[in-house]
Each structure stands twice: as C-alpha cells, then as structure tokens.
C-alpha cells in the first residue's frame, strides 16, 4: 500500500530534551515536506526536500533540523524543543512539480512541557 | 510573496443545501491550485487541484471548484451538503518560481447540520 508513515504518532517530551519525528515514504516521490498545525493557522511549512541531500528552509524554519540522506526519509529534529513547538506536524511527499498532489503522512501530536 | 486567503474560518449549512468556502490566492503568477479535506483527527486528503488546464475541475465526493484569474479565486463548491462532509478543508497555492514551497490558507471548518 502506498503510504507516507510518521513515528512516533504521538509524543510528550521535556523542554530541551532532543527528539527525532521519522517520516517514511515508499511512493519513490524525490519532494518531501514536513508541516505543522495549530488552531486557526492551516498548515504552515518548516522544511522541504526536492531530492536526497537537497534542503530548503519553509516559513517556519526556527528550531527545526532536517536531514534526507535516503529517498524515502526525511527525519524532523528538534535539537532543543520548547514549548511554542507544541504541535501537530505533518509529513507529506510527492513527485517533483508544483501541479503534484502532495501525500500526506497521520501526523504527530507533539507536546512539550 | 505567495499568499492564500480563505474568507471564511465557519460555515455553517443544512444537509441538502449548496456549499460554497472561498479562497483567494495573491501573486502575478500562475499558480497550482489545491483543495484538501481533513476530518477530525485524521490526515489531509486531496479534493481537487487546478494545474492551468481547464478552469473548472471536478473533484471526488461531488466537490467541484472554478479558477478565475480575473479574481485571483479558487471558491469550491459543492451543490448539496450531506453530513459526512464536515471537516475543515484547507486551499494550498504553489507557484513555479518557488517549486518547494506550499502555502496552506487557514482552514475552513464546515459544519452541516441535520
């Protein structure tokens, strides 16, 4: 079954305890994304992957890392977190081209104390 | 800049009446164009999207939206509510000039009453 997959779907964590959200995808797509959500602001973009070892900055960068050493994943890390990155973040791939559907993985809920 | 408004946060309908949520894109460029749907907890799932073909695009579960360049619009319709379409969808723009980036409007929750 074609799937974009996210670990762990949900995650309570300390402020400053660094932690890694998976994102894995078997679609062969070369674009991933990674988002998160909050009340009444849509999706907003933090990073984006057109193909392995190729990263760009989205809106919402700031205290996020990512890394694609492979195809099929891109990993969210965040070094330090903080309780303002409290939130549900999503994953997404496709095939490269702005007219491509973006596939997106369940999400998951962060929370930090 | 790229940016995407969606008019309305709330639309309130009755099962059986028309729907319509209201996206406005702004940029001088021609944009790929995107309706997605989440219900609650769930993920987002694709509508419907305009890629410069035609201007009206039809999308699964009798949703249906119009690109107007003239009104840098993308409105999605549909032309009778049933209760299983409350969730809140979300209109996304990317443009050519910028093919990684995606710019999510703030969402609109439908909500169909019985």
């Known amino acids: 079954e074609a799937q974009v997959t996210q670990n762990p779907r949900y995650l309570i964590t300390v402020t400053g305890k660094k932690l890694t959200v998976t994102c894995s995808q078997n679609?062969?797509?070369?674009?991933m994304s990674w988002y998160r959500q909050d009340p009444g602001l849509g999706l907003r973009q933090i990073y984006y992957?057109?193909?392995?070892?190729?990263?760009d900055k989205g809106d919402v960068p700031e205290g996020y890392k990512v890394s694609r050493k492979e195809k099929r994943n891109f990993p969210l890390i965040l070094e330090s977190p903080s309780p303002n990155q409290t939130s549900l973040y999503f994953c997404a791939s496709s095939l490269i081209g702005t007219q491509e559907t973006q596939y997106f993985g369940p999400g998951t809920r962060l929370l930090v104390l | 800049a790229q940016s995407v408004t969606q008019l309305d946060s709330h639309v309130s309908v009755s099962e059986g009446t028309p729907v319509l949520l209201r996206c406005n894109y702004s940029s001088s460029y021609s944009p790929s164009l995107f309706w997605y749907v989440q219900h609650p907890n769930k993920g987002l799932q694709l509508l419907l999207k305009?890629?410069?073909?035609?201007?009206l695009v039809k999308g699964i579960n009798g949703f249906e939206a119009e690109f107007k360049k003239s009104e840098t619009s993308f409105h999605l319709t549909k032309p009778s509510a049933h209760m299983s379409d409350a969730a809140e969808y979300f209109c996304?723009?990317?443009?050519?000039?910028?093919?990684?980036?995606?710019?999510f409007g703030d969402g609109t929750t439908l909500t169909v009453k019985p």
């Open positions: 679609m062969n797509h070369e674009y």
């Open positions: 992957s057109m193909n392995v070892e190729v990263t």
């Open positions: 305009y890629t410069s073909a035609a201007t």
């Open positions: 996304v723009v990317r443009f050519n000039t910028n093919a990684g980036k995606s710019t």
